[in-house]
């Protein structure tokens, strides 16, 4: 019933810039939360953003001061400015949202399909 929908991945330098943005489209009534989490080879996937509807925010501290969430409530997406990348911060990005549909009322979570973000020179 929802989809989401993630772009922006790619290789990038050290010290460069990406954004990722989450598209969610489908039927929703509301959005409760938007994150992106980020997963690399033999590690766990962490939270590395929360975004919520009081307008509070949330960052892992690896990226804390130099990454920022950000959300369009009229579009239903969510982006990650991510700035000064570093090799550490090569995974697979997913991003994560709690919606309340349309039909039926029901809250669910969903993920995207993952984007991949490459730091290296």
């Keep these: 019933q ?18 990722l943005s989450c598209a969610a489209s489908g039927s929703i009534f509301s959005i409760n939360s938007m994150a992106w989490y980020r997963q690399a080879p033999g590690n766990q996937r962490e939270l590395v953003a929360s975004s919520f509807n009081d307008g509070s925010t949330w960052y892992t501290g690896s990226v804390r001061g130099r990454s920022t969430i950000s959300r369009d409530n009229a579009k239903n997406t969510v982006s990650l400015q991510m700035n000064s990348l570093k090799p550490e911060d ?8 709690v919606i309340k549909e349309r039909l039926g009322s029901q809250v669910r979570n969903y993920w995207g399909q993952g984007t991949q973000v490459t730091v290296s020179s």
């Design 2 to 19: 929802v989809q989401l929908v993630e772009s922006g991945g790619g290789l990038v330098q050290p010290g460069g810039s990406l954004r």
């Design 90 to 97: 090569t995974a697979v990005y997913y991003c994560n949202v």
